[in-house]
């Protein structure tokens, strides 16, 4: 039989992920990447423009040898249409026959249509073209803008911070920093030790105009001029669909529509990372994570299946963390926010809480904070959220992974943790636990006023 022919467009995290995936679980198979950038981590970009990476890993310069060493075959071209019925993939200069394709085209920045958008001085932040641009016109700016306060606004914020000499301003058309992502009371404490940094964060009105002759020298805010070196747009990013729309697969509103084999409306049509829409892990509805988290789980699932085996992709739960290097505080959010859930009418309670992060007799132990959200009819846990010096990462993963299994709150009081002190704190004292026991018992009162009174009856504190 002649070896499986697999395709995939788009070599960054989701299809190098896919890649590896597919030549692990067939030896034999003739595998072919076609990309027209060499895959970069942009998670290391913020941090780049910081100053804290120095290195040139970040541009993953490596991937072309390994995939020579795994006998994946690399195409550096640009693919521009997928002929399903001949089973062919097209790019300037040749085509691909494939048994099996995957779509990983991934996302580009949006920028909105306003005037001087093209400014020399504006960015957006995506490609290693954007970075090295970005960094050289660091080197002559004091002051820089940056449009939009989602998790990488903040994250270029707080590095370029920590870099210092400049004078930043973030400006947010919502009326708070991270508004999608985090609740209004845990984003406002990340709000206030921005300031608290002299970090000016302007909310509430949008830039409606780039102002300058050739060169960017401030933005229009409202009836406000704010003077500018520079300006960084990151007010998020669109799924890159023409490929799959003009091949007729389907695409929704977020990007192109998927199973749960990551399969598109196409046979034997994969797509995975940034590009596809999945949904959500905890309703159903569709979703996108646009996180590399997700990127390359997907690419993972989608590999091993189009080399035949049979994974499934559960859905979106959104988990992330991040480092505020200047504060030296750790972030992470995962599932949905309360404020989200009730938007999905969805009968909600949240509970805040703190805790240390070691024993507190430990010298070093710092400050945790915690919210966990839960669904009160289904009795699970929906989302968390936290802030801390550190310990963020590993209690959000437990969280992710509980939320996925579909742990009910009952379940998640006999959560056996790990003790020692100059690591955790004592187990009745980790908030992830004070909060999860304060859940159960508020599910117990509600289902025991119900069963007294017949009501649905909401959380008292
Ligand atoms: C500044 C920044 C910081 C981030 N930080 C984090 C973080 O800390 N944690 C996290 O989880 N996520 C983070 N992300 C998000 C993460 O980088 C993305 O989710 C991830 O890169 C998506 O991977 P992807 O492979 O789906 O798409 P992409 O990375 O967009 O790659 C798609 C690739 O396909 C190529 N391509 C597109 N069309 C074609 C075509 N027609 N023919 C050939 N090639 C094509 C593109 O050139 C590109 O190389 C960050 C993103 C940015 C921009």
């Known amino acids: 039989m002649a070896n499986k022919k697999i395709v995939i467009v788009g070599g960054s995290d989701a299809g190098i992920s896919a890649a590896f995936a597919a030549r692990r679980t067939d030896r034999h198979a003739d595998i072919t990447v076609i990309t027209k950038e060499n895959g970069i981590s942009r998670c290391a970009i913020p ?71 093209d400014l020399k001085g504006a960015f957006t932040v995506r490609t290693v073209e954007d970075t090295l641009q970005i960094k050289e016109r660091l080197k002559t700016s004091k002051s820089v803008i940056i449009v939009g306060a989602g998790a990488i606004g903040i994250e270029i914020a707080s590095a370029l911070r920590a870099r210092g000499g400049l004078e930043i301003k973030i400006v947010e058309m919502c009326d708070r920093i991270l508004p999608t992502t985090f609740d209004s009371d845990l984003s406002r404490i990340i709000e ?72 598109t409306s196409i046979k034997d049509i994969y797509a995975i990372g940034d590009c596809a829409e999945s949904v959500s892990l905890i309703n159903g509805e569709p979703a996108a994570s646009q996180l590399a988290t997700a990127a390359v789980l997907q690419g993972k699932i989608a590999g091993k299946n189009v080399a035949g085996d049979d994974a499934t ?28 859930a009730k938007t999905r009418e969805m009968n909600v309670m949240a509970r805040k809480t703190n805790s240390l992060t070691r024993s507190d007799d430990y010298p070093g132990a710092k400050r945790l904070d915690v919210e966990l959200i839960f669904d009160i009819d289904s009795e699970r846990l929906i989302g968390a959220q936290m802030i801390g010096e550190e310990g963020v990462a590993g209690r959000i993963d437990l969280v992710s992974l509980a939320i996925k299994l579909g742990a009910k709150i009952s379940d998640l009081t006999r959560i056996k ?35 007294s009174t017949g009501s649905s009856g909401t959380p008292s504190k």
């Open 192 to 263: 206030d030790k921005l300031k608290d940094a002299g970090i000016e964060i302007i909310t509430g009105v949008g830039v409606s105009e780039l102002l300058g002759d050739e060169e960017v020298m401030a933005v229009r805010v409202g009836d406000r001029e704010i003077p500018g070196d520079m300006v960084i747009f990151s007010i998020g990013v669109r799924p890159n669909t023409e490929l799959a729309k003009n091949a007729g697969i389907e695409v929704g509103r977020l990007g192109i529509k998927t199973d749960d084999h990551m399969m």
């Open 417 to 451: 943790n790990c003790f020692n002190p100059p690591i955790t704190p004592f187990p009745s004292d980790d908030a992830l636990l004070v909060g999860i026991d304060y859940a159960d018992r508020m599910i117990k009162r509600i289902k025991n006023r119900k069963r």
């Open 313 to 340: 992709f559960d859905g979106v739960l959104c988990s992330a963390i991040m480092k505020l290097e200047f504060f030296d505080i750790e972030i992470g959010r995962t599932g949905f926010t309360k404020e989200y």
């Open 47 to 117: 941090f780049v423009l910081g100053g804290q990476i120095t290195g040139k890993t970040w541009m993953l310069e490596n991937i072309p040898s390994l995939y020579k060493q795994s006998d994946i075959k690399l195409i550096m071209d640009e693919a521009i249409s997928i002929d399903p019925n001949e089973r062919l993939v097209r790019t300037n200069d040749s085509s691909f026959p494939y048994d099996s394709l995957i779509i990983a085209t991934g996302a580009y920045p949006f920028v909105p249509p306003i005037p001087g958008r």
